[in-house]
């Protein structure tokens, strides 16, 4: 597939500053509490290292998730669940992480999963939020920062698994 890449939305200082600013925001809120990190895989894996190395200062458990929607860059609106959380989470405070909240569906869905399993909150937090995409009503908690609604690439993004490691955010032509 021939992806041509329009501009760039966010470069690497600005990923970095978003990724300090809800680190911070994170560490106030959960010093002492010992959450549960949850990425949603695989989108989330570049974010997940960034965000947990900046609060290594804070303890935290991990478990992952894998979970999948996009076909050919579009929402099939159906969740595909590949992997689930294997750890214990009820009583627990749990932060799902992933790198873009867009229609909302995938956050949705696992934060009515993990109450279900007992978790005691279940807070999100993105490195970007396309807030004009949502199909139904949900915020992040912890956004790093808004971008536009247009398919974008890189940082964890990808097409049909290509530009995935990009280290900037991207949006590609129509
Ligand atoms: O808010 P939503 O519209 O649900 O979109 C967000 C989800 O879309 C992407 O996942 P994708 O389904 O592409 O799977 P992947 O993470 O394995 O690439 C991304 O990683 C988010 O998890
Ligand atoms: N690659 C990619 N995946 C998404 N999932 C939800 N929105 C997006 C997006 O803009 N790009």
Redesign the pocket.
Same mark, same amino acid.
């Given at each position: 597939m021939d992806i041509q890449i329009d501009r760039v939305i966010m470069d690497e200082d600005q990923i970095q500053a978003a990724v300090k600013k809800v680190a911070g925001e994170i560490r106030r809120d959960y010093v002492g509490k010992r959450p549960v990190m949850v990425p /949603?895989?695989? $989108?989330?894996v570049v974010f997940t290292a960034d965000l947990l190395r900046e609060l290594s200062d804070i303890e935290f458990d991990f478990d992952y998730v894998d979970?999948?929607?996009?076909a050919h860059g579009e929402?099939t609106g159906e969740l595909k669940v590949e992997v689930n959380v294997r750890k214990d989470i009820t009583n627990r405070d749990v932060i799902l992480i992933?790198?873009? /909240?867009?229609? $909302?569906?995938?956050?949705d869905f696992l934060i009515k999963e993990f109450t279900k399993l007992g978790a005691k909150s279940v807070k999100t937090v993105v490195a970007v939020d396309k807030k004009a995409?949502r199909k139904i009503e949900i915020e992040a908690d912890y956004v790093g920062a808004d971008v536009p609604n247009e398919y974008l690439l890189g940082y964890?993004m990808?097409l049909d698994g290509s530009h995935r490691f990009l280290p900037q955010i991207v949006a590609i032509k129509a």
């Open positions: /949603i895989m695989k $989108g989330a979970v999948s929607s996009y929402s992933d790198e873009v /909240i867009d229609t $909302g569906l995938t956050v995409g964890g990808d």
